[in-house]
Every structure is written in structure tokens, then in C-alpha cells.
């Protein structure tokens, strides 16, 4: 069994989170991805949606993709959601011997060394970055901190789905490059533009018959 964690706010969720959902679980041939909505980011800014919208726009953009699941876990928390305590408890409940890929953004991994409990982090799973085309190594270790270059860059691991990645080491999955943003969507919504072909219908509609996103009269 190899199951993936891909986390994040989706304030809303869009095709853009979707189809990296979908190379992730192709690249490392994963039986699973469950998304992880996050309840309350410790170093983002607030979000718009409530939990529960939250979690019902993510069970309606995943509908009918069996390899697709979701995580409430984060949103049943009280207090900052912390990936670490939801990878702890991941760990707990699978085992030793299930493989754990935890992804995330190219960006995040660049401020990696700022997370909870971030050296740990790489002893519960397996992290997979998703990088857009054209992701250069070298200027990242330019950019990171001393600390996390020393730590991250021997862990990189050439990726090969027919000799699962073990927990510590990290693998660049190269993604589509879709252009799309959940702020440029709120953006859209707030100002009376059409969202269309940005997000899934039913993920829109949702969005629109709750008012999530419109401008405050």
C-alpha cells in the first residue's frame, strides 16, 4: 500500500490542485492520495471559506476518482494545524510499513526549515515536491537557508516507481504547469467575473449558492 498526503488550505480547490493530485499518484505510483484540508495554517493568512465549505468543495471536486480520498483530520483539530501532528498520527495508524508520500508546492519546500518540527518531518514520510518546469536545484540552494540545503539536498532521491522512497528521502516531481490560483479565483468571484473551466461546476456552483467569495455589500 503507498499512500499519499497532499495538504492545503483549498479556499477553494481548483483544477490546478486536481491535477497535480493526479501526476503525484501517477509518478510514484500511489494507490491513494487523500487531500488535507487545513483548519488554520500557522503561516498563512486567514481563509474565506469555513471548514465545512471547505470540506464539502473538496468531496465534490473528488467525487467519482477512486484515487482520490480526503482527510478531515486537520479540520476536527483544535488550535494551529500542524502537518507534523497529522503525519504522527498517519504513522500511527498505518504502521512502520505503510510507504507515506507527504507533497507539497516548490515554494513550500523552500521555506521548509520554518514548519513545526521540520527535521522531523523527514523521519515519518517520504516528501515530494511538485515543480513546475524549469525548477533549477541549484538557485534554490542559493535561496535556502544554510541549514536546510545541508539537511535536504543529500536526501534527493532519483525517482523510480519500481523501488518505493522511504521515509527521509525527497523526490522533484515535474508537473503540468497550470496557471491557476485559488486567490485569482476568490479575486474573480469577488468582482462579478466568471471562474468557468477554473474549478470543477460543482465546486463553483457550491461556491455560489453559499455566496463564499462574493464581494461584501
Known sequence: MRLGIFGGSF??????????????????????????PTANPPHRQALQAGNVARLEMVRLAIAGNPRLGLDARELQRSGPAYTFDSLCELRAELG????????????????????HRWRELLDLAHLAVACRPGFDLLRWKELASPELAEQVLPRIQTLSVTDPLDAGTIALLPTTPLAISSTAIRAQLATGHSARYLLPDTVLDYAGRHLLYQAAK
Open 96 to 115: 512502520p510499513q505503510l510507504k507515506l508520500s507527504w507533497l507539497i508546492g516548490a515554494d513550500s519546500f523552500l521555506s521548509l526549515d520554518r514548519w
Open 11 to 36: 479556499d477553494p480547490i481548483h483544477y490546478g490542485h486536481l491535477r497535480i493530485a493526479e501526476e503525484f499518484a501517477d509518478l510514484l505510483a500511489l494507490n491513494r492520495v487523500d487531500l488535507l
